[in-house]
T-cell receptor, first 117, second 109 residues
Framework: GAVVSQHPSRVICKSGTSVKIECRSLDFQATTMFWYRQFPKQSLMLMATSNEGSKATYEQGVEKDKFLINHASLTLSTLTVTSAHPEDSSFYIC?????????????FGDGTRLSIL | GIQVEQSPPDLILQEGANSTLRCNFSDSVNNLQWFHQNPWGQLINLFYIPSGTKQNGRLSATTVATERYSLLYISSSQTTDSGVYFCAVGEGGGSRLTFGEGTQLTVNP
């Protein structure tokens, strides 16, 4: 069964709305979670690394004020797309690596398809 | 950062055919995973294979870490095998993954 749960699976909203996406690790404690973005016909690109109890680390070119990440517990990370615009429409997917989670695969959520009208 | 190259970018097969997908990476890794992304976007984890050989039904994978490549074999392909196959590598289980550009596989009946 799924070890990483992501919610919601699909969001359609108006321009200017803020959207929150949740990523939960179900069977383990995840000190680190990752957020990826995928545009149509393209690969997954890492947006940011979410660290439990500390600030997220953002990849170059990703606006940290646009994509707010909170990792307040060992099982939950949230990504908030603030004042979303049509260019933010994309597929967002999270993955989790746990405490001392070496020599084990990363597990991915099912993704969130965000459409901004 | 680590560079990941997948080949071929596109592959069209008739049902029942076999295929080999390749993943080359530019640096030493401790994590290598193969995924199948279905039409709904879900990433299905096929193999965690930083080294060695594994088999799961009609699929098998081999990673030669010293030569920095991995191969995914699909035998007796079925239409349900269609989709995008990604190779992703990282420095460890708890570290970021870098994805290749993927191989778009189409299996025709």
């Amino acid at each position: 069964g799924a070890v990483v749960s992501q919610h919601p699976s699909r969001v359609i909203c108006k321009s200017g709305t803020s959207v929150k996406i949740e990523c939960r690790s179900l069977d383990f404690q995840a000190t680190t979670m990752f957020w990826y973005r995928q545009f149509p016909k393209q690969s997954l690109m890492l947006m940011a690394t979410s660290n439990e109890g500390s600030k997220a680390t953002y990849e170059q070119g990703v606006e940290k004020d646009k994509f707010l990440i909170n990792h307040a517990s060992l099982t939950l990370s949230t990504l908030t797309v603030t004042s979303a615009h049509p260019e933010d429409s994309s597929f967002y997917i999270c993955s989790a690596g746990g405490r001392g989670y070496s020599n084990q695969p990363q597990h991915f959520g099912d993704g969130t398809r965000l459409s901004i009208l | 950062g680590i560079q990941v190259e997948q080949s071929p970018p596109d592959l069209i097969l008739q049902e029942g055919a076999n295929s080999t997908l390749r993943c080359n990476f530019s640096d030493s890794v401790n994590n290598l995973q193969w995924f199948h992304q279905n039409p709904w976007g879900q990433l299905i984890n096929l193999f965690y294979i930083p080294s060695g050989t594994k088999q799961n039904g009609r699929l098998s994978a081999t990673t030669v870490a010293t030569e920095r490549y991995s191969l995914l074999y699909i035998s007796s392909s079925q239409t349900t095998d269609s989709g995008v196959y990604f190779c992703a590598v990282g420095e460890g289980g708890g570290s970021r993954l870098t994805f290749g550009e993927g191989t778009q596989l189409t299996v025709n009946p």
